[in-house]
C-alpha cells in the first residue's frame, strides 16, 4: 500500500547536484513525486512503499554528493497525491529563504577531460562545468539558487546544452552555470588598444605574455588575478613597485601537485589541504627559492589550479608555477567587474584576460595553513565562504559587523551563522565600498527588513563598522568587546555556550573595557554568562597611537620606558634613529601617549631590538620576521616571562633580550629564547589560572596564535597538564573571525533580554 511522506533538507544542498541526486535516488527506489529549491533548502515528496521510503531516508544520508553538507532532514507524513512520476518541479519563492549558498566549487575531473578531449563539443571551453563543480557563490544573485537568479541568465542554453540539462543521467542535469562554446560567455584579450575575441587565440596569447616576462590581469571566479612568472626575478620585483606592495610575500599557482611538492614541503595534512575541494592558499616551508617572491620569509603560499581557465592557461604553454596575486593596489579590495579592473589596474597589467560572464560579488582566495593544533584558516573567502560557520541559539536575524582589520560581516539567519569572504581593512576607502556592498548583498539575498535587524558592533566607538552600525535603522544594537568576539568565535564555532574555559585573547590591538588599548587578555567564563578578565599582559605605553603599529621601535619606547636602566639604542647593534627618540620624548612629557597591554606590540617592540627596525609594509610583519628568525634553533633556554599577581612582566624578557643582543649572542637564539619565553610564562598564567578556578579547557584566539612557533612550543606545555585546547578552525584567529564571535554574543545578550534561560 502506498504512503507519502514530506522531506526537507537544510544545509549546503543548492548548486551541488543536489536535486538531480534525489531524482536518481528516487527512481532508483521506485517512488514517485517531486523536488524542489525551497527558501529552506530542498524540498521532497515522496510517495511509495514505506520500506521503500525509510531506505531513501537513508541513504540520502549516506550517499548525498561530495559538494553537498547536509545540516539537518526533516521527515513528516504527507497526503497520498497519487503521482505517477517523480519530476524536479521549478522553484517556488515563498517566504523568507535561510538556506545555505554553496561556495564556488573547483573544476572537477570529468570536466577536465573533457576540456581536453578534442571530440568533445566543450573542448578547450573556459567556462565548462556541471553539478559537481564551477561557480556558485560568486555568480548568484538571489536565492533560490536558479539559474534566472544567476549572472548565466543573459545566455540561453542552445538545444545541446539544454538537452543535458533536462536529462537526468547525465552530470549537467539541472546544472545552473551549464554552458557551451556555441551558446556561453567566452573569454577575450586586450592588450593595449589590440582586441583578441577568440578564446582560444586570447588564452595562447596570454600564456605567451607571461613566458615574456609580462603581467597578465586575468579574471577568475571572485575576481581578477594579476599574474606573472614567478621565476622572473625582474618582473616579480617590477609587479611589487606596480602594485605598491612593497614587501608582503606574493601567493603562488603551481601547474599540478608535482611542482607543488617541488617548491615546498607538504606534509600529508598540508597535501590534502591543497587538494580539499575548498583549493586554498596553503602555507609550507620553502624547498627553494624564488626572488621577490617571499622577501624575509621562508615559506610560500602554493595554490594548485581550480578553474578550466587556469588549467587552459598552463597547457598552452604559461610557466608551470604563477604569482597569482589579488588584481588591486596594496590594501584596496580585489578587482572584480571589468570596467573597474581596466580602470585601477591599467598601470599594472599589461594585458586583461577578460571573461564575459558577471562576476556577482567579489570572492577573494583563502589561505590556510597546518597548525599544531590542526588545520587554521587565516583568510576565509573562495571555498570556505559563505558557508554557515556555526548554528546560534536564536531565530532572530544578526548582522554582526566585525573589526575594521580583516573585515568580514556575518548574517544570522534562523540560527545559521554565514560568514562573508574577507573583505579588507576599512580605514581605506575602496574597502569600506565593499564593506558596505556586502552588507547590502547579504540583506538583499536572504530578504531581510532592516527594521528586523539586531546588529552586533565591536565596542570601540571610533572603527568605521561601529559607526556603519550607528547608522543603519535595525531595531536594536549590541556592542561586543574586541577580546571576547575572539574567544567566542572559538566557543562558537564548536556550539559551546555554558562551557566555563580559561580564554587568552592575544592580539595587536582592541579597544578595552577600560578605554584603553587591550591585547594580552586572559579572561574566565562562558558565552552564556559571559567572560571576566582575570589577567593580563603588564601595562606598558604606547607613543602616538596606531602609529606605534607600523614603527616597531616606537612601539619599542613605550614598553622600554618601563625598564630600570635602558641602553644608547641609537648607536650598535640597535640603530634606532629619530623616531625612537621622539617616542620616548613623547613617552617623558604624557604627550599623545596611550596605556597598553598589546602582545602584538611587544612582539614588535622585541623585533625591533633585534634589528627590524624600520617600518612595516604589511600587518604584524615584524612579528612575522622574528617568528622566522626564530626557527630551527635547537636547546635554547627560555626567556623569564614571569607571572605576578595576575600580570605578565614582560621586562625581565626584554631586558634578557637588550644584554645578549649587547653581549654579542646571535639574534636568531635571542629571537628562540624570546619565543619560548613567551610560551612559558603563558603556559605559568594559564596553569595558575585554571588551578584557581578548577577549570580543564582552554581557548585560545586572536592574531598572535597564528605564530606557529608559539603554538609549538605552547602544546607540549599545556598537553602535559591534561588540559582541553581549542583553537579556530572555521574562521581565522586574527580580526577575520571577530563578526562570528560577536553574532554568538548578541544571540545570548538578545535571549538574556526576552527573559530567556
Given at each position: 500500500m502506498?504512503?507519502?511522506?514530506?522531506?526537507?533538507?537544510?544545509?549546503?544542498v543548492?548548486?551541488?547536484?543536489?536535486?538531480?541526486?534525489?531524482?536518481?535516488?528516487?527512481?532508483?527506489?521506485?517512488?514517485?513525486g517531486?523536488?524542489?529549491?525551497g527558501?529552506?533548502?530542498?524540498?521532497i515528496?515522496l510517495e511509495?512503499?514505506?520500506?521503500?521510503?525509510?531506505?531513501?531516508?537513508?541513504?540520502?544520508?549516506?550517499?548525498a554528493?561530495?559538494?553537498?553538507?547536509?545540516?539537518?532532514?526533516?521527515?513528516?507524513?504527507?497526503?497520498?497525491e497519487?503521482?505517477?512520476?517523480?519530476?524536479?518541479?521549478?522553484?517556488?519563492?515563498?517566504?523568507q529563504?535561510?538556506?545555505?549558498?554553496?561556495?564556488?566549487?573547483?573544476?572537477?575531473?570529468e570536466?577536465?577531460?573533457e576540456?581536453?578531449?578534442?571530440?568533445n563539443e566543450?573542448?578547450?571551453?573556459?567556462?565548462?562545468?556541471?553539478?559537481?563543480?564551477g561557480?556558485?557563490?560568486?555568480?548568484?544573485l538571489?536565492?533560490p539558487?536558479?539559474?534566472?537568479?544567476?549572472?548565466?541568465?543573459?545566455?540561453?542554453m542552445?538545444?545541446y546544452?539544454s538537452?543535458?540539462?533536462h536529462?537526468?543521467?547525465?552530470?549537467?542535469?539541472?546544472?545552473?552555470?551549464?554552458?557551451c562554446?556555441?551558446?556561453?560567455?567566452?573569454?577575450?584579450?586586450?592588450?593595449?588598444?589590440?582586441?583578441?575575441?577568440?578564446?582560444?587565440?586570447?588564452?595562447d596569447r596570454?600564456a605567451?605574455?607571461?613566458?615574456?616576462?609580462?603581467?597578465?590581469a586575468?579574471?577568475?571566479?571572485g575576481?581578477?588575478?594579476?599574474?606573472?612568472?614567478?621565476r622572473?626575478?625582474?618582473t616579480?620585483?617590477?609587479?611589487?613597485?606596480?602594485?605598491?606592495?612593497?614587501?608582503?610575500?606574493?601567493?603562488?599557482?603551481?601547474?599540478?601537485?608535482?611542482v607543488?611538492?617541488?617548491?615546498?614541503?607538504?606534509?600529508p595534512?598540508a597535501?590534502?589541504?591543497?587538494?580539499?575541494i575548498?583549493?586554498?592558499?596553503?602555507l609550507?616551508?620553502?624547498?627553494?627559492?624564488?626572488?621577490?617572491?617571499?622577501p624575509?620569509?621562508?615559506?610560500?603560499?602554493?595554490?594548485?589550479?581550480?578553474?578550466?581557465?587556469h588549467?587552459?592557461?598552463?597547457?598552452?604553454?604559461a610557466?608551470?608555477?604563477?604569482?597569482?596575486?589579488?588584481?588591486n593596489?596594496s590594501?584596496?579590495?580585489?578587482?572584480?567587474?571589468?570596467?573597474?579592473?581596466?580602470?585601477?589596474?591599467?598601470?599594472?597589467a599589461?594585458?586583461?584576460?577578460?571573461?564575459?560572464?558577471?562576476?556577482a560579488?567579489?570572492?577573494?582566495?583563502?589561505?590556510?595553513?597546518?597548525?599544531?593544533?590542526?588545520?587554521?584558516?587565516?583568510?576565509?573567502?573562495?571555498?570556505?565562504?559563505?558557508g554557515?560557520?556555526?548554528?546560534?541559539?536564536t531565530?532572530?536575524?544578526?548582522?554582526?559587523?566585525?573589526?575594521?582589520?580583516?573585515?568580514?560581516?556575518?548574517?544570522?539567519?534562523?540560527?545559521?551563522?554565514?560568514?562573508?569572504?574577507?573583505?579588507g581593512?576599512?580605514?581605506?576607502?575602496?574597502?569600506?565600498?565593499a564593506?558596505?556592498?556586502?552588507?547590502?548583498?547579504?540583506?538583499?539575498?536572504?530578504?531581510?527588513?532592516w527594521?528586523?535587524?539586531?546588529?552586533?558592533?565591536?565596542?570601540?566607538?571610533?572603527?568605521a563598522?561601529?559607526?556603519?552600525?550607528?547608522?543603519?535603522l535595525?531595531?536594536?544594537?549590541?556592542?561586543?568587546?574586541?577580546?571576547?568576539?575572539?574567544?567566542?568565535?572559538?566557543?562558537?564555532e564548536?556550539?559551546?555556550?555554558?562551557?566555563?574555559?580559561?580564554?587568552?585573547?592575544?592580539?595587536g590591538?582592541?579597544?578595552?573595557?577600560?578605554?584603553?588599548i587591550?591585547?594580552?587578555e586572559?579572561f574566565?567564563?562562558?558565552?552564556?554568562?559571559?567572560?571576566?578578565?582575570?589577567?593580563h599582559?603588564?601595562?606598558?605605553?604606547?607613543?602616538?597611537?596606531?602609529?606605534?603599529?607600523r614603527?616597531?621601535?616606537?612601539?619599542?619606547?613605550?614598553?622600554?620606558?618601563?625598564?630600570?636602566?635602558?641602553?644608547?639604542?641609537?648607536t650598535?647593534?640597535?640603530?634606532?634613529?629619530?623616531?625612537?627618540?621622539?617616542?620616548?620624548?613623547?613617552?617623558?612629557?604624557?604627550?599623545?601617549t596611550?596605556?597598553?597591554?598589546s602582545?602584538?606590540?611587544?612582539?614588535?617592540?622585541?623585533?625591533?631590538?633585534?634589528g627590524?627596525?624600520?617600518?612595516?609594509?604589511?600587518?604584524?610583519q615584524?612579528?612575522?620576521?622574528?617568528?622566522?628568525?626564530?626557527k630551527g634553533?635547537l636547546?635554547?633556554?627560555?626567556?623569564?616571562?614571569?607571572?605576578t599577581n595576575?600580570?605578565?612582566?614582560?621586562?625581565?624578557?626584554?631586558?634578557?633580550?637588550?644584554?645578549?643582543?649587547?653581549?654579542?649572542?646571535?639574534?636568531?637564539?635571542?629571537?628562540?629564547?624570546?619565543?619560548?619565553?613567551l610560551?612559558?610564562?603563558?603556559?605559568?598564567?594559564?596553569?595558575?589560572?585554571?588551578?584557581?578556578?578548577?577549570?580543564?579547557t582552554?581557548?585560545?584566539?586572536?592574531?598572535?596564535?597564528?605564530?606557529?612557533?608559539?603554538?609549538?612550543?605552547?602544546?607540549?606545555?599545556?598537553?602535559?597538564?591534561?588540559l582541553?585546547?581549542?583553537?579556530?578552525?572555521?574562521v581565522?584567529p586574527?580580526?577575520g573571525?571577530?563578526?562570528l564571535?560577536?553574532a554568538?554574543?548578541?544571540?545570548?545578550?538578545?535571549?538574556?533580554?526576552?527573559?530567556?534561560?
Amino acid at each position: 500500500m502506498a504512503t507519502a511522506c514530506s522531506v526537507r533538507v537544510r544545509g549546503v544542498v543548492q548548486g551541488v547536484g543536489f536535486r538531480p541526486f534525489v531524482y536518481r535516488l528516487a527512481l532508483a527506489n521506485m517512488l514517485t513525486g517531486w523536488v524542489l529549491n525551497g527558501n529552506q533548502g530542498v524540498e521532497i515528496h515522496l510517495e511509495g512503499v514505506e520500506e521503500d521510503l525509510a531506505k531513501f531516508v537513508r541513504e540520502i544520508k549516506t550517499r548525498a554528493p561530495a559538494a553537498a553538507c547536509i545540516a539537518e532532514i526533516e521527515v513528516a507524513a504527507a497526503p497520498c497525491e497519487g503521482l505517477s512520476g517523480f519530476t524536479i518541479r521549478e522553484s517556488e519563492p515563498l517566504d523568507q529563504p535561510t538556506v545555505r549558498v554553496s561556495p564556488d566549487l573547483p573544476v572537477c575531473d570529468e570536466c577536465l577531460a573533457e576540456l581536453f578531449d578534442p571530440s568533445n563539443e566543450r573542448y578547450g571551453y573556459p567556462y565548462i562545468n556541471c553539478t559537481n563543480c564551477g561557480p556558485r557563490y560568486s555568480v548568484i544573485l538571489a536565492l533560490p539558487y536558479d539559474r534566472p537568479n544567476t549572472t548565466m541568465r543573459g545566455w540561453a542554453m542552445d538545444r545541446y546544452c539544454s538537452h543535458e540539462y533536462h536529462a537526468p543521467a547525465n552530470r549537467r542535469f539541472h546544472a545552473q552555470p551549464v554552458a557551451c562554446p556555441a551558446c556561453g560567455p567566452s573569454y577575450s584579450l586586450k592588450e593595449g588598444m589590440n582586441l583578441i575575441s577568440d578564446a582560444t587565440e586570447a588564452i595562447d596569447r596570454a600564456a605567451e605574455l607571461l613566458c615574456e616576462g609580462k603581467v597578465v590581469a586575468i579574471k577568475g571566479l571572485g575576481g581578477y588575478h594579476l599574474a606573472c612568472d614567478a621565476r622572473n626575478r625582474k618582473t616579480n620585483f617590477a609587479l611589487r613597485v606596480r602594485k605598491f606592495r612593497k614587501e608582503k610575500p606574493f601567493a603562488l599557482m603551481a601547474r599540478d601537485l608535482e611542482v607543488a611538492r617541488y617548491l615546498v614541503q607538504l606534509s600529508p595534512d598540508a597535501e590534502g589541504l591543497l587538494t580539499s575541494i575548498a583549493r586554498p592558499i596553503v602555507l609550507a616551508p620553502k624547498k627553494v627559492e624564488l626572488r621577490g617572491v617571499a622577501p624575509e620569509n621562508d615559506e610560500f603560499g602554493v595554490m594548485l589550479p581550480y578553474t578550466p581557465l587556469h588549467h587552459l592557461l598552463f597547457a598552452s604553454g604559461a610557466p608551470d608555477v604563477l604569482v597569482m596575486t589579488s588584481a588591486n593596489r596594496s590594501s584596496e579590495p580585489i578587482a572584480y567587474e571589468d570596467h573597474d579592473a581596466l580602470e585601477r589596474l591599467s598601470g599594472i597589467a599589461d594585458a586583461f584576460l577578460i571573461g564575459e560572464r558577471p562576476i556577482a560579488r567579489r570572492v577573494d582566495d583563502s589561505v590556510t595553513r597546518v597548525g599544531a593544533f590542526g588545520p587554521m584558516i587565516l583568510r576565509r573567502a573562495r571555498g570556505y565562504a559563505p558557508g554557515a560557520a556555526a548554528r546560534l541559539p536564536t531565530r532572530r536575524p544578526i548582522l554582526a559587523l566585525g573589526a575594521d582589520l580583516k573585515n568580514t560581516i556575518t548574517l544570522a539567519v534562523d540560527g545559521q551563522a554565514f560568514v562573508s569572504p574577507h573583505i579588507g581593512d576599512l580605514d581605506h576607502y575602496q574597502a569600506l565600498r565593499a564593506f558596505e556592498e556586502t552588507v547590502r548583498d547579504l540583506i538583499s539575498m536572504y530578504d531581510l527588513r532592516w527594521e528586523d535587524l539586531l546588529v552586533a558592533h565591536d565596542y570601540h566607538p571610533q572603527y568605521a563598522s561601529t559607526t556603519h552600525a550607528l547608522n543603519l535603522l535595525c531595531s536594536s544594537r549590541c556592542a561586543v568587546q574586541h577580546h571576547r568576539a575572539h574567544l567566542a568565535s572559538v566557543l562558537a564555532e564548536r556550539g559551546e555556550w555554558e562551557e566555563t574555559v580559561v580564554g587568552v585573547s592575544f592580539d595587536g590591538t582592541g579597544y578595552g573595557d577600560d578605554g584603553t588599548i587591550w591585547g594580552g587578555e586572559i579572561f574566565v567564563g562562558s558565552i552564556q554568562r559571559g567572560f571576566e578578565r582575570v589577567a593580563h599582559l603588564r601595562q606598558a605605553l604606547l607613543p602616538g597611537g596606531d602609529a606605534s603599529a607600523r614603527y616597531p621601535t616606537q612601539a619599542a619606547a613605550g614598553f622600554l620606558s618601563q625598564l630600570d636602566e635602558v641602553p644608547d639604542l641609537n648607536t650598535e647593534p640597535f640603530n634606532f634613529g629619530p623616531r625612537y627618540q621622539n617616542a620616548m620624548q613623547l613617552v617623558s612629557r604624557g604627550v599623545r601617549t596611550f596605556s597598553t597591554t598589546s602582545m602584538g606590540r611587544l612582539f614588535d617592540a622585541a623585533a625591533s631590538l633585534l634589528g627590524f627596525a624600520r617600518e612595516t609594509t604589511y600587518e604584524g610583519q615584524a612579528a612575522i620576521w622574528l617568528e622566522q628568525l626564530a626557527k630551527g634553533r635547537l636547546n635554547v633556554n627560555a626567556y623569564p616571562f614571569p607571572f605576578t599577581n595576575h600580570e605578565l612582566d614582560f621586562r625581565p624578557l626584554l631586558e634578557s633580550v637588550i644584554r645578549d643582543r649587547m653581549q654579542g649572542r646571535s639574534t636568531g637564539e635571542i629571537a628562540q629564547a624570546f619565543q619560548r619565553g613567551l610560551a612559558r610564562g603563558l603556559y605559568t598564567s594559564i596553569k595558575t589560572v585554571c588551578e584557581e578556578g578548577g577549570i580543564r579547557t582552554v581557548v585560545l584566539s586572536g592574531g598572535v596564535f597564528q605564530n606557529e612557533l608559539l603554538l609549538e612550543d605552547l602544546k607540549p606545555l599545556l598537553e602535559k597538564e591534561r588540559l582541553q585546547i581549542w583553537t579556530n578552525h572555521v574562521v581565522p584567529p586574527n580580526d577575520g573571525g571577530i563578526s562570528l564571535g560577536q553574532a554568538a554574543f548578541a544571540a545570548f545578550e538578545q535571549k538574556a533580554a526576552n527573559g530567556a534561560p
